[in-house]
Every structure is written in structure tokens, then in C-alpha cells.
């Protein structure tokens, strides 16, 4: 059966400036730190009291949420068909990433309109708004995510959505230790999704700094998919690790893609006036033209 696509989405970014935004999740309006804010003005200062809370910085990866007892405990939001619960975390999170719905979209039809089911595998999956898109296609997905809390609130989401009997495996595991693994057991993959953190520790220790790992990383996940991808996307929000740089790795690991075949480029949101606030770097490849028994 084919889902509907995502064309809606209930979220807005309604004004950003001086290392700040203002966005709305559903019936929520909350004011919170957005380094990508910095060096731009604020556009309508007269909606920021509209704000329910407001989430301060108070070193480099914690924060408070300064009036969280006017906000509900969690709440919910729609992608199309797909339904998110988010809450507040001392990260400044909610529980999904606003600039991947493009992203979403794009997963859905290329899953969608292949000619035979995909095989995913998503990697640093967070709470599930790739995986849930790809199986909205109809593909089979591989979810992992170190962190066994968010893997469960993924799965959470996925029975939100009505989709809790999809094929979606939830792993909580180290990534690349579930893909060395994956490698040694002869199991094979036709896409990956991969948005790493700059710098992570696993649940038993495992370090991972994306400039030391990500370069092995898709390297061995070229393996998995015999050399011959049908889906590859990347996207990276850490300082250095631009359109172009991205580009240039799926190109360099993934030799069986040409680089004209790579669409890169910045991840971004627009407010309601229109400006784009910048929110990282994408690269993605999707195979046209072929059927899965063709690997020429």
C-alpha cells in the first residue's frame, strides 16, 4: 500500500536572531539557544514574549529550561502521517531535528518508487524520523542508535505512527561496532543514512571523534552494501565538515558513485519572512535507472 507523503508538518521557525530561536511544535512556542543565530538580527521582537519557555546554556552541552513548569510533560506533532513525541531534555533538545524533514520527504520517495524494497540501514538514528520515513516506502530498516532511551523512544514513536509492525529492527549499539559485526555475519544493506555526532561515547565506553572514525566508517559500509549503493545520506553538523567536504568523502568511499550523481548542499530552515537559518550540511546519492539484481 502507498502512504500518503509528507506534506505537512507541524512545526514552525518563527523568528531567529542574536544566537536565539523562536519556533513553534505544535501548540508550543518555546524560545531556545541556537549558536546558527548568531550574527543575525532578530526580525520581530514583538512575538518572543509569546514563548512558553525558554532554554539558557549553562555550559558547553547542558542547559535549563527556565518556566518548564508551564509546559506539559511531553506532547505530540505530526510529519504528514507520522507522529512525534517530544518533551525537553537538558540538552536543549525535543526529540526530533526540524531542518531533516526535507530529508524525510526525500527518503519516503526513493524508497518509495524503487522497484523492489530497500534494505536500510540508519546509523546515529536518534528518535526515528529517517526510519519511520523509509518505512512509510516500504523499505526494510535497521535503526541504531547507541543510547537504549532514545532507541525506545523511537520504537515509541513508530507506534504513534501506526507503524509498529513495520520491518524496523531497533538496535541499541555502537555503531561501528554493529557494522563490523553486520560485516563478519554476511549481511548486506542497500542504502545507509548516517548523521554522526561531532564527538560520542557509546554505552560501554566506545569513543567515536568524527574526524578519526567517520572516514573507516564509510568505508566499511561500502563493504556492506558490496560496493554498489542505492541510497546514501549524509548529514554532519559539525564545524568543518561542509557540503563540499561531505560531497567529497561519499565520492572518495563510495567509488562506484560518480560525483555528478551527489547532491550537496546546507541544511536549512526558513522563518516566517523567508531568511534561511543555517542548521548543517547534507550530501546524498540515490541510484536511478536500475533494478537490485543490477549491480553493473
Known sequence: M?????????????????????????????????????????????????????????????????????LPENWQIAA???????????????????????????????????SQPLKVLNLFAYTGGSSLACALGNAEVAHVDAAANVVKWARNNAELSELSEAPIRWIAEDARKFVKR????????DGVILDPPTYGHGSKGEVWRIGKHLPLLLEQLNELMHGSPKLVLLTCHSPGYEDDTLKAMLAEHFPSIRPQQIKAGPLTIADKKGRQLPSGYFARYEEVGKTLGDRS
Open 182 to 189: 553486520e560485516i563478519k555475519r554476511g549481511n548486506t544493506y
Open 80 to 114: 504528514g502521517p507520522l507522529k512525534f513525541r517530544l518533551k525537553t531534555t537538558k540538552f536543549g533538545h525535543l526529540g526530533l531535528f526540524p531542518e531533516q524533514f526535507e530529508n524525510w520527504k526525500w527518503l519516503q520517495q526513493t524508497c518509495q518508487t524503487s
Open 2 to 70: 502507498t502512504a500518503p507523503p509528507l506534506a505537512s508538518f507541524q512545526y514552525s521557525l518563527l523568528d531567529f536572531g542574536a544566537g536565539r530561536k523562536l519556533e513553534q511544535f505544535g501548540p508550543v512556542i518555546l524560545d531556545r539557544y541556537s549558536p546558527s543565530a548568531e550574527g543575525f538580527n532578530v526580525a520581530a521582537p514583538k512575538i518572543w514574549p509569546q514563548a512558553v519557555a525558554k532554554y539558557v546554556r549553562k555550559n558547553e552541552t547542558e542547559g535549563d529550561w527556565l518556566d518548564a513548569d508551564r
